[in-house]
């Protein structure tokens, strides 16, 4: 009696166009469950990213690409293949250190330093993200320096207690903000769709003005004896979002 042996994708990566929906979708499902990491290769972006975080944005990305235009083939394949801790570019991942980690330990520093010298007793905040607490959609690099920023928080938040400071993260869930638009290459329309698609919490999206109120409380007495916390402005995504 001879035993089927399932048929195995781990390790491997799939480039597959037009995966938005129909064959592709399916295709691009069933890959996943057999191991594979696939890309999501199509021109309806919304459609697109909205499959990847169904599908689990550790094991599905999304790319723009109109299989019609060479290039935009050419860079999709390319990001398939470089998209991996493998291929990491240590010189971009020095740089989002720079900005996102040391950045952040600079300002708290400099801040401390003079509150501490004024006697002054009060609220550092930093920016962390929600790639901060799981690592999903966001490269190796800002998944590790958003980690940072949050271990940062809770270090500062134990060396700056007995100095009646307080330090505190927030981290938002996705905005789609000028930066964020250029970094995706979509437009804030489509991304927003997406995001809110993509939310735990419905009948709100997500704003600047929420994170900065959240920043407001943390800033105020009325968080007087709240330190060391990373504050996760996600409308709860991070307490029931499982990656495996």
């Known amino acids: 009696m001879s035993v089927q042996l399932p048929i195995s994708l781990e390790g491997k990566v799939a480039v597959i166009t037009g995966a938005a929906s129909g064959i592709g979708e ?3 499902r069933l890959f996943v469950e057999h191991g594979a990491r696939v890309v999501i290769a199509d021109i309806q972006d919304e459609l697109g990213l909205q499959i990847a975080a169904s599908i689990g944005t550790d094991k599905a990305s ?7 235009d060479e290039k935009q083939v050419e860079e999709a394949v390319a990001y398939a293949v470089e998209n991996s801790v493998l291929d990491l570019d240590v010189k971009a991942f020095d740089e989002t250190m720079v900005i996102n980690a040391r950045g952040s330990a600079v300002a708290v520093k400099h ?3 003079v509150m501490v010298e004024k006697k002054i007793r009060g609220s550092i905040i930093c920016t962390a ?3 901060g607490i799981l690592a999903g959609a966001a490269s190796l690099a ?3 320096s958003k980690h940072a920023v949050v271990g940062l928080v809770k270090a500062a938040a134990r060396e700056l207690g007995v100095h009646g400071i307080r330090v505190n993260g927030v981290s938002p869930y ?3 903000t000028p930066l964020v638009c250029k ?3 979509l437009d804030a329309g489509p991304l927003e769709t997406a995001i809110y698609g993509n939310a735990h919490l419905k009948g709100v999206t997500l704003s600047t003005m929420h994170v900065a109120q959240a920043a407001l409380f943390l800033a105020s007495d009325e968080s007087a004896y709240i330190s060391g916390q990373n504050l996760a402005v996600d409308g709860g995504l991070s307490s029931i979002l499982k990656l495996e």
Request: one cysteine or more; a negative charge; aromatic letters at 12%.
């Open 129 to 131: 993200s929600l790639e």
């Open 26 to 28: 399916a295709s691009a």
């Open 62 to 68: 999304y790319i723009h690409c109109d299989v019609t």
């Open 111 to 113: 801040a401390a330093r």
């Open 142 to 144: 800002y998944v590790s």
């Open 174 to 176: 996705g905005i789609a």
């Open 183 to 185: 970094a995706y290459g």
